[in-house]
């Protein structure tokens, strides 16, 4: 079995031409042997037919989302298709590299199709973690300032209900002073009144104590 990337040679598209250098770089890291097929070559017709009929994934980029051919690169070994570069990327990130370009059969192979999409749910969830932790910072940073507010607010508040206290306090007391002197006010009154009583009854005594003495001259 011989594994086969096609490529581009001559494509305007910056973003096929990086998938190509990626696909090549990553597969001679791993010491992956391999035929580049330049479908743009001359006498290369045929190969290019082929990638573009066996090809069930358009390789659309953000500047061609939907192509009208197949884009490169796609893989294939001999003549079976594997996938184009997204389905190559994911088998890479979830290390199933091997199993993707068939280059283990499903006889050795110890990774299942359900430990595949296993292993592809365990990524996007890894996924959504990091991105999780990544905004934990941005939600920290934000929270001194609401604490900060919520502070501000209750000292306020506390400042506030002190401010109503001290007012009661002051109504309280000038209550209280008015009702004092209101008070001695009434002490006042009524000693005076029992000091006016007392002189007229004394001077009614001695009114009648004249009488009589007057009545005892007389006789």
Known sequence: MVLKVYVSGMSGNKEVKKRQQRVLMILDSKNIKYDTVDITEPGKESEKELMQNKSTSSGGTVSDPEPRHPLPPQLFNDEEYCGDYDAFDMANEIDTLEVFLKLVSADT?????????????????????????????????????GGDGDAKDEAAEKAENEDEDGEDKKKTEAEGEDGSENTEEKKLTATTT??????????????LLLDSERAAAAQ
């Open 109 to 145: 192979t110890a990774v299942s199709t359900a430990q595949i999409e296993l292993k592809q749910e365990n990524g996007e969830a890894k996924k959504e973690e990091a991105e999780a932790e990544e905004k934990k910072p941005e939600e920290e940073e934000k929270k001194p300032e």
């Open 194 to 207: 029992a000091a006016a009583v007392k002189a007229s009854t004394s001077d009614s005594q001695s009114e």
